[in-house]
């Protein structure tokens, strides 16, 4: 089968690859995201001619990119990109390219990658998670991609878990993700740290409290450090608040998690199953969705908008 490229549009790169049939990455380009909607256009466009340079070609594109976007690869909004609301992505790629073109939500094809090639591969119902600046997800069913009504399901971040709980990035209290994303930890920790419980993430800090982020909570785990311990089981419980929520209306079989935490391994995964299964409906009566690590990392966009490619 031909290759594929797959892209990953951040808020900071455009990253691209050509990803075989069998999810290996050939070749890797990459350029600045610009802000624009012809700018964007534009820097897409130089990444696939970047990596059509080479033989072989390649049979479709696929595209990744934060933000709401429709069936017909139209982005009505990409909160991390100045200037991109309704935005026929999709059909500039086509027209300017000749080759068929797929785009999608950021997570929702990093689902599909690890769906296909990663920590999730063979599942045919599964739910990925990433916890990075917010709470991003996809969701498998039935070995589909679910996307809702009009392409833009599984903002699982964005649901209200406490109607008085912390200011979401959206402007609205108390979603999943102002409890359960890096950044929430990064709050949780110098709320601690200022009330004297956190002296391990204070010194990773270089003693500057105010600076403290989930960075340095990992860098204090790492070293043993018994009060960021303490905070990652905290965190993990918030984390595992949501995830026994969506279980209950998804039932997936293995749920997978994704984003920089994720280095913390164990040290965070361990709490986050125990505060869950004692949260899932009838815990002691069903079979336990399995939680694990994402397999792929930073290529798991790329390779999965590549993987959705090769169904064009």
């Given at each position: 089968?031909?290759?594929?490229?797959?892209?990953?549009?951040?808020?900071?790169?455009?990253?691209?690859?050509?990803?075989?049939?069998?999810?290996?990455?050939?070749?890797?380009?990459?350029?600045?995201?610009?802000?624009?909607?012809?700018?964007l256009v534009d820097a897409l466009l130089g990444v696939i001619a970047d990596l059509r340079d080479d033989p072989p070609d390649v049979a479709a594109v696929g595209v990744g990119i934060a933000g709401l976007v429709d069936f017909d690869g139209v982005v009505h909004y990409a909160p991390n990109i100045h200037g991109i609301l309704g935005v026929p992505l999709r059909d500039a790629l086509?027209?300017?390219?000749?080759?068929?073109?797929?785009?999608?939500?950021?997570?929702?094809?990093?689902?599909?990658?690890?769906?296909?090639?990663?920590?999730?591969?063979?599942?045919?119902?599964?739910?990925?998670?990433?916890?990075?600046?917010?709470?991003?997800?996809?969701?498998?069913?039935?070995?589909?991609?679910?996307?809702?009504?009009?392409?833009?399901?599984?903002?699982?971040?964005?649901?209200?878990?406490?109607?008085?709980?912390?200011?979401?990035?959206?402007?609205?209290?108390?979603?999943?993700?102002?409890?359960?994303?890096?950044?929430?930890?990064?709050?949780?920790?110098?709320?601690?740290?200022?009330?004297?419980?956190?002296?391990?993430?204070?010194?990773?800090?270089?003693?500057?409290?105010?600076?403290?982020?989930?960075?340095?909570?990992?860098?204090?785990?790492?070293?043993?450090?018994?009060?960021?311990?303490?905070?990652?089981?905290?965190?993990?419980?918030?984390?595992?608040?949501?995830?026994?929520?969506?279980?209950?209306?998804?039932?997936?079989?293995?749920?997978?998690?994704?984003?920089?935490?994720?280095?913390?391994?164990?040290?965070?995964?361990?709490?986050?199953?125990?505060?869950?299964?004692?949260?899932?409906?009838?815990?002691?009566?069903?079979?336990?969705?399995?939680?694990?690590?994402?397999?792929?990392?930073?290529?798991?966009?790329?390779?999965?908008?590549?993987?959705?490619?090769?169904?064009?």
């Amino acid at each position: 089968m031909t290759p594929t490229i797959g892209i990953d549009v951040g808020g900071t790169n455009v990253r691209g690859a050509v990803v075989t049939s069998d999810g290996e990455v050939v070749r890797e380009r990459h350029r600045p995201t610009p802000d624009g909607e012809r700018e964007l256009v534009d820097a897409l466009l130089g990444v696939i001619a970047d990596l059509r340079d080479d033989p072989p070609d390649v049979a479709a594109v696929g595209v990744g990119i934060a933000g709401l976007v429709d069936f017909d690869g139209v982005v009505h909004y990409a909160p991390n990109i100045h200037g991109i609301l309704g935005v026929p992505l999709r059909d500039a790629l086509t027209d300017a390219t000749g080759l068929p073109v797929v785009v999608d939500n950021d997570a929702n094809v990093a689902a599909w990658g690890e769906a296909r090639f990663g920590a999730a591969a063979g599942c045919n119902n599964c739910l990925l998670i990433t916890l990075g600046t917010g709470v991003g997800g996809g969701i498998v069913t039935d070995g589909h991609l679910y996307r809702g009504g009009h392409g833009f399901a599984a903002e699982i971040g964005h649901f209200q878990v406490d109607p008085d709980g912390p200011l979401c990035a959206c402007g609205e209290r108390g979603h999943w993700e102002a409890i359960a994303s890096g950044t929430a930890l990064g709050r949780m920790a110098r709320e601690a740290a200022a009330a004297g419980h956190a002296p391990s993430v204070v010194e990773a800090a270089a003693g500057n409290v105010d600076a403290i982020t989930g960075y340095h909570v990992t860098a204090a785990v790492r070293a043993g450090a018994p009060d960021a311990r303490a905070l990652v089981t905290a965190y993990a419980t918030n984390v595992a608040i949501g995830l026994a929520g969506l279980a209950n209306i998804l039932d997936p079989t293995r749920i997978v998690v994704s984003g920089g935490l994720i280095e913390m391994g164990e040290t965070l995964l361990r709490p986050m199953r125990d505060a869950f299964t004692g949260r899932i409906e009838g815990a002691a009566r069903r079979p336990q969705p399995e939680i694990v690590a994402a397999t792929l990392g930073e290529k798991a966009g790329m390779i999965g908008a590549a993987a959705l490619a090769m169904l064009a």
